[in-house]
């Protein structure tokens, strides 16, 4: 016998009350554990697909800021297109490395009438931007050869050496690399060479970004400002910028997401001392009875507040694994709520916020078991002798 | 053992002070079994209470084996409590869900000793409830009941056992064993103080011990 056995014995007398009270815990302690989960991924994953991007800033039409973030990392229609020529003006400047020009676009895939999403590049400085990439198959040397992301290849069955047409195009083109799984959007596009992808955009001399890398990191900004000054008409857009940019967007939701996981935590601190209250003075009798067989004030404190413990860590233990199983189905329902996500697994089982989540929970129970264990620790034996 | 000098106790009961004990002088001996008689609200339970040093007098002094308890702090009392004072009650006051054995062990674990098994079987075995010993008191008779409140109330060997009506809620053929088990109990040298409206049961007392209107009467 101890004080929790003490305090859990009372709990199992009232099970249907402890248990609703224990599912609402956990209920809360999941979509709190939830959320602050998702947020943390949130700016893990977007700061891993934004520097997976391998450059530095791009120079794209002017335009919403989140359009072009939203271009970048996971393709999309454009309305506006740049001049090809100006590729040549901006590689002008001596402290840029790379200038590469992009096209993005979303195009059916003839067989499967499925629209995919068409990244077309210089294939050789793709490879220098992207050095960390592994792949199945040789990277594509020439127009007519395809490398697929891993995601479409998973999805449309995709193999090595297969022929893949497109709606409006008569030629094909052969897959000859399969990308492994990055964790990013990169595998959901398919890389062609530029030309290839003008042919299919059927637009000759427009691009849709020029990708830019500098030589030296410390240059970016006055490299940006050099070119914002020379050449009219762009928009250059650091990753830097598209990181706080998304950010800021998703800020708003994650601040709603916390309000609401706020409020569930304390609607359920407010049940669970209202459970332990109506416990204490169901007991008044007992506890009574208790003080005039020897327990001290502190003894009759310390089971009413052992008891709010009880129930607000094992509902906390629920809670986080309901979240930890269920993380792939919260995950889907907070990304469609959210204005934009990154396409990489988010919510990963993080141990450290469980721990904090069940120490925040065992300091809240010794708090809200507090005011009726105070007012326990306040019955006099006299109140058991009266009966 | 104690000794009671003019002890006053007033309550308040709405707007009304009420003087439940006048004046109170009083010596018990060691080894005592003395019946607290009177009507109802003639102020037995409330001497009853001060004798067993969980309600305080308003006026007037306590001695407890020679130490004036009277201005003594909660947590001191506590400890007399434990360690000098048995308590049984008309409602038994069991804990439903511990068994037999652990709401006898209960005054032990307040005592923050290492649970005496060996204590609570004898006891078990001196209530004649051995086999029941891992019952739930819910599977108990209420004889059976009172009989467990019995020996919780000699778990830690106490010097002085207090009964608050401790037969008002059985039938004869349970009281007659519940005053045989506090007959034994005093026999052994436990100073026993019963309060009680049956004439029967005082009867069987050393000391009789009449209060009326707050006042002991010879």
């Known amino acids: 016998m101890n004080f929790f056995t003490l305090a859990f014995q009372n709990l199992k007398r009232h099970r249907t009350r402890a248990l609703l009270t224990v599912i609402a815990v956990a209920i809360s302690v999941s979509v709190f554990f939830s959320i602050f989960s998702f947020n943390i991924g949130f700016e893990r994953s977007l700061k891993k697909e934004i520097e997976g991007a391998g450059i530095h800033f791009m120079v794209v039409p002017t335009g919403c800021p989140h359009e072009v973030a939203s271009l970048i990392l996971h393709g999309g229609i454009v309305p506006k297109y740049l001049k090809e020529s100006l590729v040549e003006e901006v590689k002008d400047n001596p402290k840029i490395d790379i200038s590469i020009p992009i096209i993005v676009f979303q195009h059916p895939i003839s067989e499967k009438k499925n629209i995919r999403l068409i990244y077309g590049i210089d294939l050789s400085q793709l490879k220098s931007i992207k050095p960390n990439w592994k792949y199945k198959g040789s990277f594509p040397r020439n127009e007519n050869e395809i490398a697929v992301g891993y995601d479409i290849a998973k999805h449309d069955g995709v193999n090595l050496g297969d022929k893949i047409k497109f709606e409006g195009r008569d030629d094909s083109f052969r897959v000859t690399a399969i990308l492994d799984k990055t964790g990013t959007q990169e595998d959901a596009f398919i890389y062609m060479s530029i030309q290839s992808a003008k042919r299919i955009l059927k637009k000759q001399d427009e691009i849709t970004a020029i990708a830019v890398k500098v030589k030296d990191a410390r240059n970016i900004n006055s490299t940006v400002d050099e070119l914002s000054e020379r050449i009219p008409g762009i928009q250059i857009v650091t990753m830097n910028q598209v990181l706080v940019s998304i950010s800021n967007v998703g800020r708003s939701a994650q601040i709603v997401g916390i309000s609401i996981s706020i409020i569930a935590l304390i609607v359920s601190i407010m049940g669970i001392v209202n459970a332990v209250l109506m416990s204490v003075l169901e007991r008044i009798k007992e506890f009574g009875m208790m003080r005039a067989v020897g327990a001290s004030r502190f003894d009759i404190f310390r089971i009413v507040v052992y008891e709010a413990v009880l129930v607000l860590t094992s509902g906390a233990f629920i809670g986080v694994f309901i979240s930890s199983i269920g993380g792939n189905f919260i995950e889907e329902v907070l990304k469609s709520i959210f204005p934009y996500t990154p396409s990489s697994r988010i919510i990963e089982f993080d141990p450290v916020l469980a721990i904090a989540c069940v120490m925040a929970s065992l300091f809240i129970g010794i708090l809200t078991g507090f005011y009726p264990a105070y007012l326990a620790s306040k019955i006099t034996p006299v109140e058991a002798i009266k009966s | 053992m104690i000794l009671l000098k003019k002890i006053n106790k007033y309550y308040t009961r709405g707007s009304e002070i009420v003087h439940a004990l006048r004046e109170i ?194």
């Open chain 2, 25 to 218: 002088n009083l010596e018990i001996s060691r080894g005592e079994f003395i019946a607290i008689t009177g009507k109802s609200g003639s102020g037995k339970t409330t001497l009853l209470q001060i004798l067993g040093l969980v309600d305080k007098a308003s006026g007037g002094n306590l001695y407890f084996n020679g130490i004036d308890v009277s201005s003594l702090g909660d947590s001191n009392l506590s400890k007399i409590r434990r360690e000098k004072i048995g308590f049984i009650f008309q409602q038994f006051h069991l804990i439903p869900k511990l068994s037999v054995f652990e709401n006898i062990a209960l005054p032990q674990f307040f005592h923050r000793r290492k649970i005496d098994k060996e204590r609570i079987f004898q006891l078990l075995k001196f209530v004649h409830l051995s086999e029941k010993w891992k019952n739930s008191p819910e599977q108990l008779s209420g004889g059976e009941m009172q009989r467990v409140a019995i020996a919780r109330a000699l778990a830690n060997n106490p010097e002085l056992v207090l009964a608050d009506e401790p037969t008002g809620n059985l039938d004869s053929e349970n009281t007659e064993r519940v005053l045989e088990l506090l007959l034994k109990i005093n026999y052994e040298g436990v100073t026993v103080i019963v309060v009680t409206h049956d004439m029967e049961v005082a009867s069987r007392a050393q000391r009789i011990i009449r209060i009326s209107d707050g006042r002991i009467i010879l």
